[in-house]
């Protein structure tokens, strides 16, 4: 089944790391917003009507920090995708937020609305870090909205945390763990900090205000994640994703596994197979700017900046390149199952290659990542790519 | 043409002392050039000899110049290499004159290559009409430099000519003093043909060309020829001169130089020096020829991507054609392949080789650590020629190594004699001769190991001189040293092509050195690489790349599956200058930089 992704493009405040769409914005605009996007829906019926007549099981609001909208407005958003896409029973319906954004009755109301799971961006249980990375809210926040969602009746809470940021040490990661996992979350999301160019953390780091810690520490605070993670129960699934069994984020799974989703929102991103035109799939892009979307959809057309028709060869690369950051790993049978189109010879013999250098581990007719090398997979995902 | 109107010279100097540049102004000043076809050193026609602003191949052009007494002559002027890695080209292209400019720069004074180049002319009972240059320059001295040639060279300079090759100044006395000052050709025209083969080399159109300067009779098209050495025979086609453009002439007698087109399909026929006669009615003995000129230095050159073999071999195979002086035979390597060990006459040679079949025909070379050709002299008493360090025949059957020792000329102002000395003294150099020329100029002579000085040597000696020394060299010959073969074991793995032979003395250090080098080189991989250093079975040296840590996109969801993915392909392109050598990943660099010389 498919999924459906709405990309709200709001934040309070820009972090020093960030660089997904989002900005501070007027409210006038927030209130135009969920129009735009049920017109977006509507353009994407028309062109699309069998992917829109397929039923979606997970639907997922990112950003941007999505309650930055009132939650009125979220849950009127959902009832606008009910109503013109089929939501499948039992769905799991994601809102992600960040602390100091949402209240206590904000949530309930979500919850009542129809979503079950909440993915709380947390990021670190220290002040000095959050300052680092320019987070809005201090720790009380973050402790208010996990308790918050908890009394509400989400089914799954999720916590995201970042780790190998500067300043910190291993032993702040540590703390950081130990705090996660004595709030009980279903889920935890650790990913260490890529800098990305253009972002105010990048560009400390460039005059050496701050300074990223070693490789090799990291790599440590890596280990201690899963060790840490593991023990308290929650599975890694993925190589920055752990959850308590049945709490696997569904909707991020169909990223890696290359099922349909559907993207609505500034910078969001689809994969669609409409049916005799891309049987690799086509992937689709709207661009990361309020205005050019808008545009787009003032002028009747779906606001696509980029659309890539994937060939066999380059839905095979996908397939495996992010198949196999999953720790299940992937079936080269059903891949092929589901592609219609065998492993190509390059890719066969580059993935005999890794196999024969312990690189990759085949079982049972999967072949998945040794654990030990998930924390360096670019090594040798990039001979598939 | 009656011989005594004709005059054959080459100019000759140390390098950049302005050859090329005076040829010039001979051929504007001849109006063998147009003004439209006026460039800078118009004789470097190469592309490399453009970029790096030196004459590599000698070339030969013919000029017609109306004297001062009223006479037409014919000049065949040959602009030669100063650098000393193509002196044989010198030493050609005077054996087919009667005379040489000598050019000397008055703002250096008399270097190296002035001198090894005036004594291979003044050998060869060449005419030498002395120039000073650059006359026009402001720290010019040419009373010191005068001196310099008096003293050092013996010339008499009562009738020096002084120009500026750059603007021209004196360029009409000189063209002068070749008419009056060096000899005419002699040489039966009646006689049985007899030529030198100063060049040859290979035209895609026409097949191969033949540069030859006629001693004795005539030769014309129809004619049938004969090479003296091989016997075998051509029929002319076509002859000619350059002036500077090729042109057809209808016969070549004595004292000419030109070309000669004769349906030679394959180069290796028209051996430089070997003289051509008439089949017919051949002459008794032939022309003396030349020695025989052997490769000093060798490298292997391996494609980077192993499939590209075939297209090295070709590459290799058509810039023989042209240049005989670089030797190629196929080499396998455990850790690189298949390959060529090539021969070169020096580090400047193999550059220009290696730079021309990258630009030229597009391969990608790796070239492993340039080597000098050592004897090994095995126990059973026969002698093996080593020309690369894996053919090092095993200790227990070996005797001894020889290595070739050179003789070294250096030049150089006494204030640096300390430098120098101790540069020499550290590349177990032995001193010959200490010469003062003046209170300040200084004539060294040291016998040094080949392999001592081929790499660095001369920037060094730049250094140490302010880059006032200059060096000529000659080998002397082989003599037997305490060498070692020290090998180089990734994670205990021997990689043959950074294997090296060196002295005994400088093994410990050098063996560190080179691992600790490639250490720095050689990029963190999914495993810990080991580099050990080890002269025989005994490891000297142990340095380890650490297991990488970190390479992972740890945030990946919709939006970014493109992005990633071309993140992850510019990561395998950059792979792709790699050689992967068993499961390790060692840069290109790497087979080069383990010569280098610590800093
Ligand atoms: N000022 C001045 N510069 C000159 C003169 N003659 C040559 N040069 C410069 O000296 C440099 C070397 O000149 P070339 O003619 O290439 O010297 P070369 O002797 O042919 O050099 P090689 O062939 O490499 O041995 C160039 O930069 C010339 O412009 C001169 O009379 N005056
Ligand atoms: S809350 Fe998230 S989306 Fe918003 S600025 Fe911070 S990192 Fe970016
Ligand atoms: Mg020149």
Same mark, same amino acid.
């Given at each position: 089944m498919r999924g459906i992704y709405i990309h709200v493009p709001f934040c309070v405040r820009k972090c020093s790391y960030c660089d997904f769409y989002s900005v501070e914005t007027s409210s006038h605009t927030k209130n135009e917003f969920p129009d735009l996007l049920a017109r977006e829906m509507d353009l994407f019926r028309d062109r699309f009507p069998e992917d829109a007549r397929a039923a979606a099981d997970t639907v997922y609001f990112g950003g941007g920090t999505p309650t930055v909208l009132a939650p009125e407005a979220l849950c009127g958003l959902l009832a606008t995708i009910r109503d013109r896409f089929p939501v499948a029973p039992g769905a799991e319906v994601t809102a992600e937020t960040n602390p100091g954004t949402v209240s206590t009755e904000d949530l309930r109301t979500l919850r009542k609305g129809g979503f079950t799971r909440i993915s709380v961006g947390v990021q670190s249980f220290s002040p000095t870090i959050l300052r680092t990375l320019g987070r809005i809210h201090g720790v009380e926040d973050a402790r208010k909205t996990i308790r918050d969602a908890r009394s509400t009746g989400f089914d799954s809470l999720g916590i995201d945390l970042i780790f190998g940021i500067p300043g910190q040490t291993c032993t702040d990661w540590e703390e950081d763990l130990e705090r996660t996992v004595a709030s009980l979350p279903d889920h935890v999301s650790a990913y260490a900090l890529a800098p990305e160019t253009g972002t105010p953390l990048h560009a400390s780091l460039s005059r050496g205000e701050l300074k990223m810690p070693p490789d090799d520490e990291v790599a440590e605070m890596y280990k201690t994640a899963r060790r840490t993670l593991a023990n308290a129960g929650y599975r890694q699934y993925e190589i920055s994703n752990f959850a308590r069994p049945g709490h696997e984020s569904r909707h991020n799974v169909k990223y890696w596994k290359r099922d349909g989703v559907t993207g609505f929102g500034p910078s969001a991103h689809g994969l669609l197979f409409p049916p005799g035109r891309a049987p690799h799939g086509l992937r689709t892009a709207t661009p990361p700017s309020l205005a050019e979307y808008r545009k787009g959809i003032r002028e009747g057309r779906l606001p696509w900046a980029d659309t890539l028709v994937c060939g066999p060869e380059e839905a095979w690369k996908e397939a495996l390149i992010f198949g196999l950051r999953m720790t299940e790993g992937v079936d080269l049978t059903e891949i092929e199952t589901i592609s219609g189109s065998p492993l190509p010879d390059p890719l066969r013999e580059a993935v005999n290659e890794l196999v024969d250098g312990g690189k990759l581990l085949r079982e049972e007719g999967r072949l998945r990542l040794p654990g030990e090398l998930l924390f360096v997979s670019n090594e040798v995902l990039q001979r598939l790519a | 043409m009656r011989t005594e109107h004709i005059r054959n010279f080459s100019i000759i100097a140390?390098?950049?002392? %302005?050859k090329s540049t005076l040829a010039d102004r001979l051929m504007e000043v001849t109006g063998t050039l147009t003004s439209r076809e006026r460039v800078d050193q118009f004789l470097d026609k190469m592309d490399i000899e453009r970029e790096r602003g030196i004459t590599i191949k000698a070339q030969t052009v013919r000029m017609n110049y109306r004297a001062k007494d009223g006479r037409d002559y014919v000049f065949n002027l040959i602009d030669t290499p100063g650098h000393v890695d193509f002196s044989y080209e010198v030493s050609r292209s005077i054996s087919a004159c009667e005379g040489a400019i000598l050019v000397v720069d008055v703002s250096q004074g008399v270097e190296a290559q002035t001198l090894a180049n005036v004594y291979m002319a003044l050998d060869q009972d060449l005419e030498i009409i002395t120039v000073l240059n650059k006359i026009d320059l402001p720290n010019a001295e040419p009373e010191r430099v005068r001196q310099e040639i008096e003293d050092?060279? %013996?010339? &008499?300079?009562? &009738?020096i000519v002084s120009v500026s090759a750059k603007l021209g100044t004196g360029v009409e006395d000189l063209l002068e003093a070749v008419v009056q000052r060096i000899p005419p050709p002699s040489g039966d025209e009646n006689a049985p043909a007899k030529g030198l083969i100063i060049d040859s080399w290979f035209d895609n159109y026409q097949g191969v060309i033949v540069l030859a300067r006629m001693f004795e009779g005539r030769i014309s098209p129809g004619q049938k020829i004969a090479f003296m050495s091989t016997g075998r025979t051509f029929e002319i086609q076509e002859v000619g001169v350059f002036s500077p453009h090729p042109k057809k002439v209808d016969s070549l007698g004595p004292g000419e130089v030109g070309f000669v087109i004769a349906n030679i399909k394959n180069v290796m026929e028209t051996k430089v020096g070997d003289t051509i006669t008439d089949a017919k009615s051949p002459a008794a003995i032939p022309l003396p020829g030349f020695k025989v000129i052997r490769p000093m230095v060798f490298a292997g050159f391996y494609p980077v991507v192993s499939d590209h073999y075939a297209q090295l071999r070709s590459a290799i195979e058509k810039l023989r054609l042209n240049d005989s002086s670089f030797t190629a035979e196929p080499e396998t390597s455990v850790a690189l392949w298949f390959g060529f060990r090539c021969g070169f006459l020096g580090l400047l040679h193999l550059e220009i080789i290696q730079e021309r079949l990258e630009r030229e025909y597009g391969v990608e070379l790796i070239t492993t650590a340039p080597t000098v050709g050592y004897r090994a002299i095995l126990r059973d008493g026969s002698m093996v020629e080593v020309d690369s360090p894996a053919r090092l025949p095993e200790p227990i059957e070996l005797d001894k190594i020889e290595e070739p020792v050179i003789l070294a000329t250096i030049h150089l102002p006494s204030e640096h004699l300390g430098g120098v000395i101790k540069l020499c003294e550290e590349r177990r150099g032995i001193q010959r001769q200490m010469k003062f020329l003046s209170s300040n100029r200084v004539i060294l002579e040291y016998e040094l190991p080949l392999n001592e000085i081929v790499l660095d040597f001369y920037d060094k000696l730049k250094t140490a001189s302010r880059g006032y020394a200059s060096m000529d060299y000659e080998l002397l010959e082989f003599r037997p040293a305490n060498l070692v073969k020290l090998d180089i074991l990734i994670n205990g793995e021997k990689v043959d092509a950074l294997s090296l032979i060196i002295h005994r003395d400088h093994s410990y250090y050098k063996g560190r050195d080179v691992a600790e080098r490639l250490r720095k080189l050689i990029p963190r991989q999914l495993f810990e690489v080991v580099i050990q250093a080890a002269i025989g079975s005994k490891v000297i040296a142990r340095e380890t790349v650490r297991a990488i840590t970190k390479n992972v996109i740890a945030k990946c969801y919709g939006g970014d599956i493109t992005r990633k993915r071309k993140l992850l392909e510019r990561q395998k392109e950059g792979k792709k200058r790699m050689k992967q050598v068993g499961t390790i990943e060692i840069p290109q660099e790497a087979f080069l930089s383990i010569l280098k010389v610590k800093e």
């Amino acid at each position: 089944m498919r999924g459906i992704y709405i990309h709200v493009p709001f934040c309070v405040r820009k972090c020093s790391y960030c660089d997904f769409y989002s900005v501070e914005t007027s409210s006038h605009t927030k209130n135009e917003f969920p129009d735009l996007l049920a017109r977006e829906m509507d353009l994407f019926r028309d062109r699309f009507p069998e992917d829109a007549r397929a039923a979606a099981d997970t639907v997922y609001f990112g950003g941007g920090t999505p309650t930055v909208l009132a939650p009125e407005a979220l849950c009127g958003l959902l009832a606008t995708i009910r109503d013109r896409f089929p939501v499948a029973p039992g769905a799991e319906v994601t809102a992600e937020t960040n602390p100091g954004t949402v209240s206590t009755e904000d949530l309930r109301t979500l919850r009542k609305g129809g979503f079950t799971r909440i993915s709380v961006g947390v990021q670190s249980f220290s002040p000095t870090i959050l300052r680092t990375l320019g987070r809005i809210h201090g720790v009380e926040d973050a402790r208010k909205t996990i308790r918050d969602a908890r009394s509400t009746g989400f089914d799954s809470l999720g916590i995201d945390l970042i780790f190998g940021i500067p300043g910190q040490t291993c032993t702040d990661w540590e703390e950081d763990l130990e705090r996660t996992v004595a709030s009980l979350p279903d889920h935890v999301s650790a990913y260490a900090l890529a800098p990305e160019t253009g972002t105010p953390l990048h560009a400390s780091l460039s005059r050496g205000e701050l300074k990223m810690p070693p490789d090799d520490e990291v790599a440590e605070m890596y280990k201690t994640a899963r060790r840490t993670l593991a023990n308290a129960g929650y599975r890694q699934y993925e190589i920055s994703n752990f959850a308590r069994p049945g709490h696997e984020s569904r909707h991020n799974v169909k990223y890696w596994k290359r099922d349909g989703v559907t993207g609505f929102g500034p910078s969001a991103h689809g994969l669609l197979f409409p049916p005799g035109r891309a049987p690799h799939g086509l992937r689709t892009a709207t661009p990361p700017s309020l205005a050019e979307y808008r545009k787009g959809i003032r002028e009747g057309r779906l606001p696509w900046a980029d659309t890539l028709v994937c060939g066999p060869e380059e839905a095979w690369k996908e397939a495996l390149i992010f198949g196999l950051r999953m720790t299940e790993g992937v079936d080269l049978t059903e891949i092929e199952t589901i592609s219609g189109s065998p492993l190509p010879d390059p890719l066969r013999e580059a993935v005999n290659e890794l196999v024969d250098g312990g690189k990759l581990l085949r079982e049972e007719g999967r072949l998945r990542l040794p654990g030990e090398l998930l924390f360096v997979s670019n090594e040798v995902l990039q001979r598939l790519a | 043409m009656r011989t005594e109107h004709i005059r054959n010279f080459s100019i000759i100097a140390h390098i950049d002392h %302005g050859k090329s540049t005076l040829a010039d102004r001979l051929m504007e000043v001849t109006g063998t050039l147009t003004s439209r076809e006026r460039v800078d050193q118009f004789l470097d026609k190469m592309d490399i000899e453009r970029e790096r602003g030196i004459t590599i191949k000698a070339q030969t052009v013919r000029m017609n110049y109306r004297a001062k007494d009223g006479r037409d002559y014919v000049f065949n002027l040959i602009d030669t290499p100063g650098h000393v890695d193509f002196s044989y080209e010198v030493s050609r292209s005077i054996s087919a004159c009667e005379g040489a400019i000598l050019v000397v720069d008055v703002s250096q004074g008399v270097e190296a290559q002035t001198l090894a180049n005036v004594y291979m002319a003044l050998d060869q009972d060449l005419e030498i009409i002395t120039v000073l240059n650059k006359i026009d320059l402001p720290n010019a001295e040419p009373e010191r430099v005068r001196q310099e040639i008096e003293d050092v060279i %013996g010339l &008499d300079t009562m &009738d020096i000519v002084s120009v500026s090759a750059k603007l021209g100044t004196g360029v009409e006395d000189l063209l002068e003093a070749v008419v009056q000052r060096i000899p005419p050709p002699s040489g039966d025209e009646n006689a049985p043909a007899k030529g030198l083969i100063i060049d040859s080399w290979f035209d895609n159109y026409q097949g191969v060309i033949v540069l030859a300067r006629m001693f004795e009779g005539r030769i014309s098209p129809g004619q049938k020829i004969a090479f003296m050495s091989t016997g075998r025979t051509f029929e002319i086609q076509e002859v000619g001169v350059f002036s500077p453009h090729p042109k057809k002439v209808d016969s070549l007698g004595p004292g000419e130089v030109g070309f000669v087109i004769a349906n030679i399909k394959n180069v290796m026929e028209t051996k430089v020096g070997d003289t051509i006669t008439d089949a017919k009615s051949p002459a008794a003995i032939p022309l003396p020829g030349f020695k025989v000129i052997r490769p000093m230095v060798f490298a292997g050159f391996y494609p980077v991507v192993s499939d590209h073999y075939a297209q090295l071999r070709s590459a290799i195979e058509k810039l023989r054609l042209n240049d005989s002086s670089f030797t190629a035979e196929p080499e396998t390597s455990v850790a690189l392949w298949f390959g060529f060990r090539c021969g070169f006459l020096g580090l400047l040679h193999l550059e220009i080789i290696q730079e021309r079949l990258e630009r030229e025909y597009g391969v990608e070379l790796i070239t492993t650590a340039p080597t000098v050709g050592y004897r090994a002299i095995l126990r059973d008493g026969s002698m093996v020629e080593v020309d690369s360090p894996a053919r090092l025949p095993e200790p227990i059957e070996l005797d001894k190594i020889e290595e070739p020792v050179i003789l070294a000329t250096i030049h150089l102002p006494s204030e640096h004699l300390g430098g120098v000395i101790k540069l020499c003294e550290e590349r177990r150099g032995i001193q010959r001769q200490m010469k003062f020329l003046s209170s300040n100029r200084v004539i060294l002579e040291y016998e040094l190991p080949l392999n001592e000085i081929v790499l660095d040597f001369y920037d060094k000696l730049k250094t140490a001189s302010r880059g006032y020394a200059s060096m000529d060299y000659e080998l002397l010959e082989f003599r037997p040293a305490n060498l070692v073969k020290l090998d180089i074991l990734i994670n205990g793995e021997k990689v043959d092509a950074l294997s090296l032979i060196i002295h005994r003395d400088h093994s410990y250090y050098k063996g560190r050195d080179v691992a600790e080098r490639l250490r720095k080189l050689i990029p963190r991989q999914l495993f810990e690489v080991v580099i050990q250093a080890a002269i025989g079975s005994k490891v000297i040296a142990r340095e380890t790349v650490r297991a990488i840590t970190k390479n992972v996109i740890a945030k990946c969801y919709g939006g970014d599956i493109t992005r990633k993915r071309k993140l992850l392909e510019r990561q395998k392109e950059g792979k792709k200058r790699m050689k992967q050598v068993g499961t390790i990943e060692i840069p290109q660099e790497a087979f080069l930089s383990i010569l280098k010389v610590k800093e």
